[in-house]
């Protein structure tokens, strides 16, 4: 996928079909090339896996 300007982690996530939740499968892909951006030039080509594993169970809201 390549990344457009101003977009940030989640933003790739949701774009490319996942939640916010997989956007630390998406980092761990990208992580030599793109470790320490937040927010993108544009034009980045992000690797996104295609099979994202998301462990629902560790995701609890804060008031639980």
Known sequence: M???KDMTWDMVAYTSGYSEFSMDSIMAA???????IVTFDGGEDVKVPTQIIVD????????E
């Open 30 to 36: 990208n992580s030599f090339e793109y470790s320490d």
């Open 2 to 4: 390549i990344a457009s």
């Open 56 to 63: 629902e169970a560790t995701i609890k809201a804060p008031w």
